[in-house]
């Protein structure tokens, strides 16, 4: 199953994600279920990633690297991490979490240039109407 996430930003633009249960159906779930929550959010190279979250699950199907706007769940830190580009560790054309995650979904609206221009700033998950 899809849902349709908005990430209302802050100082700046909403974020829409597309979660989607085919890869980790037990964290889409958990995510869905604590919406809507607020967190801080942090950037690390080319991903933003949340302070501690609601969420609490163990690996599912995790992996790294991951995919360009992928949308995933980081077990080890109970973080969302939005991945728009090349993060600091892993080979030049690989995005490399600093440890595996839980693949939840895609961003769907990225406008880069708000995403580059997202620091230490607070974001509200909501589930879109």
Known sequence: MKYQVVVKITNSSN????????????????????????????????????????????????????????VAYWPTGKAICLFYGPTPIGNPDEITPASPVNVIGKIISPDKSILDNVHSEKATFTLQS
């Open 15 to 70: 974020i829409l994600l597309e979660l989607d249960d085919s890869q980790s159906p037990k964290t889409v779930r958990d995510f869905i279920d604590k919406l809507p929550f607020t967190v801080d959010l942090n950037v690390w190279g080319e991903e933003i990633y949340t302070s501690k979250s609601p969420i609490s699950q163990p690996e599912e199907n995790s992996k790294s690297p991951v995919e360009l706007n992928d």
